[in-house]
Each structure stands twice: as structure tokens, then as C-alpha cells.
Nanobody, 111 residues
Framework: QGKLVESGGGLVQPGGSLRLSCVAS????????MEWYRQAPGNQRELIAR???????YYADSVKGRFTISRDKPPNTLALQMNNLKPEATAIYYC?????WGQGTQVTVSP
């Protein structure tokens, strides 16, 4: 049984940075494609970043150049570095992989 637990969300001013972490248990982050999604109020959940099993990456146009997905330390952790955050990034952020989803972490970008 796999489990994903996100952390690192919070309140940040526009232009600021946050680093999200997703700790996996029961599945190997290094062996599976892993994704970060976000869901803003009233919107559908959208894919924003993906790292496949050989670390090829994909980014949504809305975050390209500002967000970076990586496999982090300690082992079996997925990270999302978010820089130059904009108010429209306010959402619940979820990690996903191998059919599992985390519970999400809230990111709020506001002055």
C-alpha cells in the first residue's frame, strides 16, 4: 500500500518562493513517473510538472522557467521548487505517482 504526504505549503508574497516536498512510502519515487498537480478554487485539477522514471521533465506553460521538479533528499522524496510566485498560483498542490495521491498542501500567494 503506497502513501504520499505533501508538506511545505504556506502563505507567501508575490515574487516569493516555496519548496514543496512529497514523502513517499510503499512506492519508489525513483522507479515511477511522479507528478505535481494543483487545484485552485472553482477550477479543475491541473498537471503542472512531471518527472518520469528516467528524470525527463515536463512543465505546464504557466510554470515553465519558475518551477522545478526533482527527486529530493532524504531518499524517496519528490520536491517542487517554486520561484517568482504569482497570485494565480494560489491552490492546493498534490503529488501523485503509481496511482496514489497525497492529501495536498495549501499554497497561498498574497500581498
Amino acid at each position: 500500500q503506497g502513501k504520499l504526504v505533501e508538506s511545505g505549503g504556506g502563505l507567501v508574497q508575490p515574487g516569493g518562493s516555496l519548496r514543496l516536498s512529497c514523502v513517499a512510502s510503499g512506492i519508489s519515487v525513483g522507479r515511477h513517473g511522479m507528478e505535481w498537480y494543483r487545484q485552485a478554487p472553482g477550477n479543475q485539477r491541473e498537471l503542472i510538472a512531471r518527472s518520469d522514471s528516467i528524470s525527463r521533465t515536463y512543465y505546464a506553460d504557466s510554470v515553465k522557467g519558475r518551477f522545478t521538479i526533482s527527486r529530493d533528499k532524504p531518499p524517496n522524496t519528490l520536491a517542487l521548487q517554486m520561484n517568482n510566485l504569482k497570485p494565480e498560483a494560489t491552490a492546493i498542490y498534490y503529488c501523485s505517482g503509481s496511482g496514489y495521491w497525497g492529501q495536498g498542501t495549501q499554497v497561498t500567494v498574497s500581498p
